[in-house]
DNA sequence: ACCTGAACACCGTTCAAGT
DNA sequence: ACCTGAACACCGTTCAAGT
C-alpha cells in the first residue's frame, strides 16, 4: 500500500485527543479501570508517556472525557411518540446498558456531578417530567430522585462487575450471594434471608425498570400535592 | 504519671487493627481519600509501613474497616414507636450524615455491595417495607430501590464536597451551579435552566428526604398490585 | 507545534532481619 | 509474635532536548 508521495507521509497515525481518548475506552474496557495507565496507553499509541500530556492535561480530564465518549455513543435518541413514562425507561436503560458494556463507567459517573454528561440525561429527564404535568415547584425534586436512584443502580452494577471477574458466571454469581445470605443469622437477618430466594431469581434489568417504575408511580401519585401529602408528616419525634 | 513497673513497659501504646483503623479514619478526614497512605498512616503511628501488614491484609480491607468504623457508630438503632416511614428516613439519614462528616464514605459506599455496613442498612429498610405490608413479591424491589437512592445521593454528595473543598462556601458553591446552569444553551438546557433557581435556594438534607417521600410514596401507592398497574405497559417499541 | 524519554517524587507491598 | 525499614516494581507528571 503506497501513500500518496505529495502528502506529508505518515509512519502512523499522528496523536490526537480522539486517538488518545478511544485507546483509552479500549483500555479502560481490557484491563479495568486500574489498567488505565499512562505508560500502557503510551505503549499502546507507540509513543512515550509525555507526548500524551500535550493534548490532555491529566489523567482525571482522561477519565473524564473517556466516559464523555461512551455515555454520548450508547444514550439512545428521543422517541418522538413514547409516553413520558416510557421515555425514561429509555433513557435509563440507556444508562443501565452503558455501565453494563463499560463497567469502570458506574463508579465514575458519580463523579461528575453538574457537568456534561449525566446532565444532559438530566436535562431528558426533566422534559418528561414537565409533560408529566408535575407542578413547577415539584419537578426537581422528581428529577433528581430519579437521577440518583439511576447513579446509585450505576455505582452498585461497577461494583457488582468487578467481584464478579474473577467467577464464572452471572447466575453463579447470584447464587452465591443469594447463598451467603441465607446463611445469615435469623434474628439479625430475617428479612434479607427471606428475600434471598428473589436475588436468586431475579433479572438486573428488570429489577431496575421496577425501581423506576416505582419511582414514576410516586411521582405521579402526588402530582399535585408535593408539600401536603405527605403519609406521615414530618414532626416532633416524641 | 508514672506507669507500674510490674507491667511491660510500652513507650506507646502497642499497634492493633482498632488503632490503625481509627488512625486511618482520621487521615482520611483530614487529607482525603487521596492523603491515606501506608507510610503517612506509618508515621502517624510511629512506627514502620510494613508493621501495618502484620494486622492488615492491605489497602482495600484497611478502607473497608475504616467505613464499617465510620457505618457502625453512625446509623441511629431502631425507635420503636415511629412509623415506618419515619423510621426509614431516619436510618436515611444516618447514612447521609455520615457521608457529610465523613464524604470519603459516599465514594466507596458502592463498592462493598452486599457486604456488611450497607447489608445491616438493607435489613432494617427492608423489615419497615413489611411493617407497611408490601406484599412478599414486591419487598425485594422495594428495599432495593430505596438503598439505591440512598447510595447514589451518597455518591453525589461526596463529589459534590470534594468539589467543594476549594470553595469557600457551601451555598455559594450552589450559586456558581446555579448561575452556569443559567447560562446554558436556551434550546438544549431548557428544564435544566428553569430548575436552576430551585437549586440555589435549596437545602440538600430536605431535598434529600423529599425523594425519600417521594419512593415511599410509590410504595404504598402500589401496594398490592406491583404487577398489574403499571403506568403505561411496557411494549414493542414501534 | 508536536513528540521523546529520562528523571522526579511519589505509591502499595514484600521480606530479610531484628526484638 | 510482632515490629522495622530497605528494596522492588510500579505510578502520574514534568521538562530539557530533539524534530
Redesign the interface.
Known sequence: MATSPSRPERRQEPLSRERIVSAAVELLDTAGEGGLTFRALAKHLATGPGAIYWHITGRSELLGAAINAVMTTTIPGD?TD??P??AI?ALALGVFDAIEAHPWVG?QL?????QSPM?RV??RI??Q??VLRVP??A???????L??????????N???T??LQRDTDRTEFLDS?AA??AELDPD?????R??AG??RK?DDRE?F???I??????????RGC?AAC???T?GP?S
Open positions: 422517541d413514547a409516553t413514562q416510557e425507561r463508579t458519580a463523579r461528575t456531578p453538574s446532565l438530566f436535562e426533566g422534559r417530567i414537565q413547577a415547584a419537578q426537581f425534586t422528581a428529577a433528581s430522585a437521577m440518583s436512584y439511576i447513579l446509585g443502580v450505576a455505582g452498585q461497577a461494583a457488582n468487578r467481584a450471594v451467603a445470605w439479625e437477618y430475617a428479612f434479607t427471606s428475600v428473589q436475588l431475579h429489577e425498570l421496577a425501581g417504575d416505582l419511582i414514576l408511580s410516586g411521582i405521579t401519585a402526588r408535593h405527605t403519609p406521615t414530618r419525634d
